[in-house]
T-cell receptor, first 117, second 113 residues
């Protein structure tokens, strides 16, 4: 079945540094990828939607200059948390959809646990 | 704007019980309703996906139903086991917001041996 690989699974960084999270579709072309954020004991909240070759669309309240999303190829999207602060510590999950439109299932990565010290 | 809620927020049951988890959504213009399982600190495991034209789906001890007109879905777990302990999330995909899922807050289930 379709697999989405997310890397790294865990990362600890110091405040002020930047962290890059990768989301790869391994056996299909992902025209659209979604990035979610999950705080402890809360549900997943959509941060942004990225389409290959175009700028990401950010949800209200998400700082696009802080959470840089690049979807440069049909198999890779990256989320970079710039100048990370402790409040950015969270669980980030990506999902990917192929070009089949609404009939295409979404496939989720296993998530990245970010801890900013 | 789609809003998804889940009741109860937490549930603790003895092993062997049958249980029902509830999910409600405000926008009935959905094309998929999906149930996921999430273990602590882990990603999502897809359990059942119900398309808008379907009323239920079954997989093993799990059965999910969908009533679009009332904006509800239920996940039925038969003969619960300690290994079923996890957070269960329902999520809706709708015609009004692209392929994105809108997630409910989840139900944290503990099955006691």
């Amino acid at each position: 079945g379709a697999v989405v690989s997310q890397h790294p699974s865990r990362v600890i960084c110091k405040s002020g540094t930047s962290v890059k999270i990768e989301c790869r579709s391994l056996d299909f072309q992902a025209t659209t990828m979604f990035w979610y954020r999950q705080f402890p004991k809360q549900s997943l909240m959509l941060m942004a939607t990225s389409n290959e070759g175009s700028k990401a669309t950010y949800e209200q309240g998400v700082e696009k200059d802080k959470f840089l999303i690049n979807h440069a190829s049909l198999t890779l999207s990256t989320l970079t948390v710039t100048s990370a602060h402790p409040e950015d510590s969270s669980f980030y999950i990506c999902s990917a959809a192929s070009a089949g439109g609404y009939n295409s299932p979404l496939h989720f990565g296993n998530g990245t646990r970010l801890t900013v010290t | 704007k789609q809003e998804v809620t889940q009741i109860p927020a937490a549930l603790s049951v003895p092993e062997g019980e049958n249980l029902v988890l509830n999910c409600s959504f405000t926008d009935s213009a959905i094309y998929n309703l999906q149930w996921f399982r999430q273990d602590p600190g882990k990603g999502l495991t897809s359990l059942l996906l119900i398309q808008s034209s379907q009323r239920e789906q079954t997989s093993g001890r799990l059965n999910a139903s969908l009533d679009k007109s009332s904006g509800r879905s239920t996940l039925y777990i038969a003969a619960s086991q300690p290994g079923d302990s996890a957070t269960y999330l329902c999520a809706a995909q709708g015609w009004n917001y692209g392929q994105n899922f809108v997630f409910g807050p989840g139900t944290r289930l503990s099955v006691l041996p």
